[in-house]
């Protein structure tokens, strides 16, 4: 079996792997922050990053969850690593941004973040703060999930098929899941363009 095959069954593999009842969680999760007028804040780096804005778009847009991202101000955030440090970036934001017990954080990351071994350390202490003020906590991982899955209120784990392929497969996995929690009956407020169009 080729390389393509072999991606694309691993695909169907990984989607009977998640746990549709953690999709639901956290759709159930998501909906209770709306109606508590709480805000969603993305987290994520690499093509987590890039995960995160197009989620503000589309939760602020779809679902009508007022939803921001640190890594969409490259000003900011570029003054907090060079004042700061990089570890300290976001958690220093969502400080700013005065996150509080009504909020959510949604992380993307491949690894969910290891203090212990130093990757995503921005990540595990943005947790450690909404943790400790009450925040809900959000994910899509892959791996083992990391520190992401371990203190979610609902953490999707993108099952790893292949050590060569975990990034990929996690990445493109997180954009399926937040698609279809965005634009789950329960959260979706407003109707979608090309759903309109007849």
């Given at each position: 079996?080729?390389?393509?095959?072999?991606?694309?069954?691993?695909?169907?593999?990984?989607?009977?792997?998640?746990?549709?009842?953690?999709?639901?969680k956290m759709v159930d999760e998501i909906v209770?922050?709306?109606?508590?007028?709480?805000?969603?804040?993305?987290?994520?780096?690499?093509?987590?990053?890039?995960?995160?804005?197009?989620?503000?778009?589309?939760?602020?847009?779809?679902?009508?969850?007022?939803?921001?991202?640190?890594?969409?101000?490259?000003?900011?955030?570029?003054?907090?690593?060079?004042?700061?440090?990089?570890?300290?970036?976001?958690?220093?934001?969502?400080?700013?941004?005065?996150?509080?017990?009504?909020?959510?954080?949604?992380?993307?990351?491949?690894?969910?973040?290891?203090?212990?071994?130093?990757?995503?350390?921005?990540?595990?202490?943005s947790l450690q703060y909404a943790k400790e003020?009450?925040?809900?906590?959000?994910?899509?991982?892959?791996?083992?999930?990391?520190?992401?899955?371990?203190?979610?209120?609902?953490?999707?784990?993108?099952?790893?098929?292949?050590?060569?392929?975990?990034?990929?497969?996690?990445?493109?996995?997180?954009?399926?899941?937040?698609?279809?929690?965005?634009?789950?009956?329960?959260?979706?407020?407003?109707?979608?363009?090309?759903?309109?169009?007849?």
């Amino acid at each position: 079996m080729g390389y393509v095959a072999e991606f694309f069954a691993d695909a169907k593999t990984i989607i009977d792997a998640i746990d549709i009842n953690i999709v639901e969680k956290m759709v159930d999760e998501i909906v209770a922050i709306r109606e508590n007028g709480g805000r969603l804040f993305f987290i994520g780096v690499g093509g987590g990053a890039g995960h995160a804005s197009h989620a503000v778009n589309d939760f602020r847009k779809i679902a009508g969850i007022e939803s921001y991202t640190p890594t969409d101000n490259v000003s900011e955030l570029t003054a907090r690593i060079n004042d700061d440090g990089w570890e300290s970036a976001f958690v220093n934001w969502l400080k700013g941004s005065r996150l509080n017990a009504k909020d959510g954080i949604f992380v993307f990351s491949v690894g969910g973040g290891n203090a212990e071994k130093n990757v995503s350390v921005n990540i595990v202490s943005s947790l450690q703060y909404a943790k400790e003020i009450g925040a809900k906590v959000f994910g899509v991982v892959g791996r083992d999930g990391g520190y992401t899955a371990q203190v979610a209120d609902a953490c999707v784990v993108i099952p790893p098929i292949r050590s060569e392929t975990v990034t990929p497969q996690a990445e493109a996995f997180q954009a399926v899941v937040w698609h279809l929690v965005v634009s789950h009956p329960k959260l979706q407020k407003y109707e979608m363009k090309w759903e309109s169009v007849k």
